[in-house]
């Protein structure tokens, strides 16, 4: 598989996810398949990804050694297919995770879906962002609830 169908393919994934997730009710099974068919399989596909081009095992033509310590050595990382590929599942493994957290904590403090969805969008498109003000809205929902978890 090319870089670029493996791209395209987690991309799908991680939508058909988060489209569940906004838009489906929240059947237990549901919750399970995003966490499991949906975050696990991303994670199991960065994993492998990046053991195979770190162990040499897949192809990675262009791509160097990986420095997490300069702006141009994060740079070199991201500068081919592999880089960008692996990195993206990174980012969207990660964003479902949150986004996933996000809605079962807020199901269990009883705020509403319409709240919900722009704050999932949110997280779905700059996952920090959509943590961080979900982190403000989560904080007085917990103390009215009169409990934090």
């Not at 420095?67 to 964003?95: C, E, K, M, S």
Request: aromatic share 10%; proline share 5%.
């Amino acid at each position: 598989m090319s870089w670029a169908a493996l791209f395209g393919a987690v991309n799908l994934l991680a939508l058909v996810a988060w489209a569940a997730l906004i838009l489906l009710p929240r059947w237990p099974a549901l919750l399970s398949a995003i966490l499991y068919l949906g975050v696990g399989l991303l994670c199991a596909v960065y994993a492998t990804c990046l053991v195979g081009v770190v162990s040499g095992l897949i192809p990675n033509p262009g791509g160097g050694g990986a420095d997490f310590t300069t702006i141009p050595g994060i740079r070199a990382i991201f500068a081919n297919d592999a880089g960008v590929t692996i990195g993206w599942t990174h980012y969207l493994a990660f964003d479902l995770f949150a986004g996933l957290w996000i809605a079962r904590d807020a199901d269990a403090k009883s705020i509403s879906r319409l709240v919900q969805g722009p704050i999932l969008f949110a997280t779905l498109m700059a996952g920090p962002l959509g943590l961080g003000i979900w982190l403000l809205i989560r904080e007085p929902a917990a103390r009215r609830q009169g409990r934090f978890r």
